[in-house]
Protein backbone atom coordinates (compact mmCIF):
# COMPACT_ATOMS: atom_id res chain seq x y z
CA UNK A 1 0.00 0.00 0.00
CA UNK A 2 1.22 3.45 -0.12
CA UNK A 3 1.15 4.09 3.80
CA UNK A 4 1.58 2.22 7.28
CA UNK A 5 -2.34 0.95 7.30
CA UNK A 6 -3.46 0.27 11.05
CA UNK A 7 -6.88 -1.35 12.15
CA UNK A 8 -9.19 -0.78 13.92
CA UNK A 9 -8.74 2.78 13.88
CA UNK A 10 -10.94 2.76 17.16
CA UNK A 11 -11.63 -0.40 19.57
CA UNK A 12 -13.76 -0.26 22.91
CA UNK A 13 -13.44 -2.85 25.40
CA UNK A 14 -14.53 -4.50 28.29
CA UNK A 15 -11.65 -4.26 31.16
CA UNK A 16 -10.14 -8.28 31.32
CA UNK A 17 -10.83 -9.00 27.61
CA UNK A 18 -8.19 -9.65 25.21
CA UNK A 19 -7.49 -7.07 22.02
CA UNK A 20 -5.62 -7.48 18.80
CA UNK A 21 -4.31 -4.52 17.04
CA UNK A 22 -2.99 -4.90 13.57
CA UNK A 23 -0.78 -3.24 11.33
CA UNK A 24 -0.45 -3.64 7.72
CA UNK A 25 3.77 -1.73 6.87
CA UNK A 26 4.81 -0.21 3.59
CA UNK A 27 5.61 -2.83 1.19
CA UNK A 28 9.41 -4.08 1.40
CA UNK A 29 9.91 -2.50 4.87
CA UNK A 30 11.71 -4.27 7.05
CA UNK A 31 11.83 -1.92 10.36
CA UNK A 32 8.27 -2.42 12.14
CA UNK A 33 7.75 -0.21 15.57
CA UNK A 34 5.06 0.18 17.66
CA UNK A 35 4.23 2.84 19.71
CA UNK A 36 1.96 3.70 22.71
CA UNK A 37 0.38 7.49 22.74
CA UNK A 38 -1.73 8.10 26.34
CA UNK A 39 -3.39 11.32 26.30
CA UNK A 40 -0.97 14.46 26.46
CA UNK A 41 1.66 12.09 26.49
CA UNK A 42 4.97 11.59 24.55
CA UNK A 43 5.30 8.44 22.36
CA UNK A 44 6.50 5.10 24.91
CA UNK A 45 7.94 2.73 22.62
CA UNK A 46 6.52 -1.00 22.55
CA UNK A 47 8.68 -3.03 20.33
CA UNK A 48 10.72 -3.52 17.31
CA UNK A 49 11.36 -5.69 14.23
CA UNK A 50 14.15 -5.68 11.96
CA UNK A 51 13.89 -8.17 9.53
CA UNK A 52 15.12 -11.98 10.68
CA UNK A 53 16.36 -10.71 13.79
CA UNK A 54 15.10 -11.25 16.91
CA UNK A 55 12.87 -8.14 17.87
CA UNK A 56 13.98 -5.55 20.64
CA UNK A 57 10.74 -6.30 23.00
CA UNK A 58 12.43 -3.78 26.26
CA UNK A 59 9.46 -1.66 25.61
CA UNK A 60 6.67 -3.71 26.37
CA UNK A 61 4.90 -2.91 30.19
CA UNK A 62 4.10 -6.55 30.96
CA UNK A 63 3.24 -9.96 29.88
CA UNK A 64 0.30 -9.21 28.72
CA UNK A 65 1.26 -7.47 25.68
CA UNK A 66 2.79 -9.06 22.93
CA UNK A 67 3.65 -8.84 18.97
CA UNK A 68 4.01 -11.01 15.84
CA UNK A 69 4.98 -9.93 12.75
CA UNK A 70 3.97 -12.87 10.24
CA UNK A 71 6.02 -13.33 6.80
CA UNK A 72 7.98 -9.97 7.54
CA UNK A 73 5.41 -7.88 7.04
CA UNK A 74 1.87 -7.63 8.77
CA UNK A 75 1.99 -7.54 12.65
CA UNK A 76 -0.08 -7.98 15.53
CA UNK A 77 -0.19 -6.56 18.53
CA UNK A 78 -1.90 -8.40 21.40
CA UNK A 79 -3.23 -7.63 25.48
CA UNK A 80 -4.51 -9.77 26.87
CA UNK A 81 -6.66 -9.25 29.81
CA UNK A 82 -7.18 -5.30 29.65
CA UNK A 83 -7.05 -2.43 32.04
CA UNK A 84 -7.56 0.51 31.91
CA UNK A 85 -4.56 1.64 32.28
CA UNK A 86 -4.06 0.67 28.85
CA UNK A 87 -6.44 3.41 26.80
CA UNK A 88 -4.38 5.09 24.59
CA UNK A 89 -3.47 5.30 21.01
CA UNK A 90 -1.00 2.48 19.22
CA UNK A 91 0.71 3.77 16.55
CA UNK A 92 2.64 1.89 14.30
CA UNK A 93 5.44 2.67 12.19
CA UNK A 94 7.98 1.23 9.25
CA UNK A 95 11.22 2.35 7.38
CA UNK A 96 13.08 1.82 4.90
CA UNK A 97 13.53 -1.10 2.46
CA UNK A 98 16.95 -2.22 3.60
CA UNK A 99 16.69 -1.02 7.25
CA UNK A 100 19.50 1.59 6.70
CA UNK A 101 19.95 3.81 9.62
CA UNK A 102 19.06 7.29 8.00
CA UNK A 103 16.04 5.71 7.03
CA UNK A 104 12.82 7.98 8.11
CA UNK A 105 9.55 6.52 9.73
CA UNK A 106 6.62 6.14 8.58
CA UNK A 107 3.34 6.07 10.91
CA UNK A 108 -0.43 5.11 10.59
CA UNK A 109 -2.81 7.03 11.60
CA UNK A 110 -2.84 4.67 15.13
CA UNK A 111 -5.72 2.55 16.88
CA UNK A 112 -7.47 4.40 20.01
CA UNK A 113 -7.84 1.87 22.43
CA UNK A 114 -10.33 2.36 25.20
CA UNK A 115 -10.66 -0.26 28.04
CA UNK A 116 -13.93 0.32 30.04
CA UNK B 1 19.60 6.21 28.57
CA UNK B 2 18.85 8.90 25.82
CA UNK B 3 16.27 11.40 27.43
CA UNK B 4 14.82 13.81 24.87
CA UNK B 5 13.16 17.37 25.36
CA UNK B 6 10.70 19.53 23.74
CA UNK B 7 10.79 23.47 24.98
CA UNK B 8 8.17 25.04 25.28
CA UNK B 9 5.45 22.38 25.65
CA UNK B 10 2.85 24.80 23.94
CA UNK B 11 3.28 27.73 21.63
CA UNK B 12 0.49 30.39 20.34
CA UNK B 13 1.73 33.18 17.93
CA UNK B 14 0.14 35.47 15.31
CA UNK B 15 -0.12 34.33 11.36
CA UNK B 16 3.00 35.50 9.82
CA UNK B 17 5.67 34.84 12.36
CA UNK B 18 8.85 33.60 12.37
CA UNK B 19 9.34 31.01 14.99
CA UNK B 20 11.65 28.48 16.44
CA UNK B 21 10.81 25.10 18.34
CA UNK B 22 13.63 23.61 20.60
CA UNK B 23 15.05 19.91 21.13
CA UNK B 24 17.55 18.41 23.05
CA UNK B 25 18.74 15.21 23.74
CA UNK B 26 21.05 13.52 26.42
CA UNK B 27 23.43 11.11 24.58
CA UNK B 28 24.72 12.64 21.62
CA UNK B 29 25.84 9.57 20.36
CA UNK B 30 22.87 9.19 17.49
CA UNK B 31 22.49 8.55 14.20
CA UNK B 32 20.13 10.69 13.22
CA UNK B 33 17.53 13.22 14.68
CA UNK B 34 13.54 13.38 13.08
CA UNK B 35 10.96 15.66 12.98
CA UNK B 36 7.04 15.20 13.12
CA UNK B 37 3.90 16.64 12.71
CA UNK B 38 1.03 15.20 14.35
CA UNK B 39 -2.12 16.78 13.66
CA UNK B 40 -5.47 15.81 16.33
CA UNK B 41 -6.78 12.24 15.66
CA UNK B 42 -4.30 11.40 13.34
CA UNK B 43 -0.24 9.50 13.21
CA UNK B 44 3.00 11.37 12.85
CA UNK B 45 4.15 12.95 9.46
CA UNK B 46 7.68 12.96 8.69
CA UNK B 47 8.90 16.84 8.47
CA UNK B 48 12.53 16.52 7.80
CA UNK B 49 15.48 13.95 8.66
CA UNK B 50 18.89 14.97 9.81
CA UNK B 51 21.83 13.02 9.98
CA UNK B 52 24.50 12.95 12.50
CA UNK B 53 26.96 14.12 9.96
CA UNK B 54 24.66 16.97 8.55
CA UNK B 55 24.41 20.39 10.23
CA UNK B 56 20.82 21.92 8.51
CA UNK B 57 17.95 20.24 6.26
CA UNK B 58 15.57 22.53 4.64
CA UNK B 59 11.74 21.88 3.20
CA UNK B 60 10.08 24.94 1.75
CA UNK B 61 9.25 27.23 5.20
CA UNK B 62 11.02 24.79 7.54
CA UNK B 63 15.03 24.52 8.67
CA UNK B 64 16.22 22.19 11.20
CA UNK B 65 19.59 22.19 12.68
CA UNK B 66 21.56 19.95 14.23
CA UNK B 67 24.20 20.49 16.97
CA UNK B 68 24.94 17.17 18.11
CA UNK B 69 27.89 17.74 20.48
CA UNK B 70 25.73 20.13 22.87
CA UNK B 71 22.72 18.22 22.02
CA UNK B 72 19.84 20.19 20.61
CA UNK B 73 17.75 20.78 17.50
CA UNK B 74 15.91 23.40 16.45
CA UNK B 75 12.85 23.77 13.79
CA UNK B 76 12.87 26.80 12.06
CA UNK B 77 9.06 27.54 10.35
CA UNK B 78 9.17 31.09 8.76
CA UNK B 79 6.02 32.87 8.02
CA UNK B 80 3.89 30.68 10.08
CA UNK B 81 0.22 30.02 8.66
CA UNK B 82 -2.70 28.81 10.31
CA UNK B 83 -2.51 25.36 8.95
CA UNK B 84 0.90 24.92 10.54
CA UNK B 85 -1.18 24.27 13.69
CA UNK B 86 -0.41 21.14 14.78
CA UNK B 87 2.02 18.93 17.62
CA UNK B 88 5.51 18.96 16.57
CA UNK B 89 7.25 15.82 17.39
CA UNK B 90 11.30 15.39 17.90
CA UNK B 91 12.87 12.38 17.93
CA UNK B 92 16.11 11.08 18.12
CA UNK B 93 17.82 7.33 16.80
CA UNK B 94 20.62 6.55 19.05
CA UNK B 95 23.50 4.43 17.39
CA UNK B 96 23.69 1.14 18.91
CA UNK B 97 19.61 0.97 19.53
CA UNK B 98 17.25 0.00 16.82
CA UNK B 99 14.72 2.38 18.52
CA UNK B 100 13.82 6.02 18.23
CA UNK B 101 13.74 8.22 21.34
CA UNK B 102 10.78 10.66 21.32
CA UNK B 103 10.62 14.09 22.80
CA UNK B 104 6.67 15.23 24.54
CA UNK B 105 6.26 17.46 21.65
CA UNK B 106 5.37 21.27 21.16
CA UNK B 107 1.69 22.14 20.67
CA UNK B 108 1.71 25.05 18.04
CA UNK B 109 -1.58 27.68 17.18
CA UNK B 110 -1.06 29.73 14.18
CA UNK B 111 -3.67 32.81 15.07
CA UNK B 112 -5.48 33.95 11.91
Known amino acids: GAGVSQSPSNKVTEKGKDVELRCDPISGHTALYWYRQSLGQGLEFLIYFQGNSAPDKSGLPSDRFSAERTGGSVSTLTIQRTQQEDSAVYLC??????????????FGNGTRLTVT | KQEVTQIPAALSVPEGENLVLNCSFT??????LQWFRQDPGKGLTSLLLIQSSQREQTSGRLNASLDKSSGRSTLYIAASQPGDSATYLCAVKKIGVGKFYFGSGTKLNVKP
Open chain 1, 93 to 106: ASSSPTGLDNSPLH
Open chain 2, 27 to 32: DSAIYN
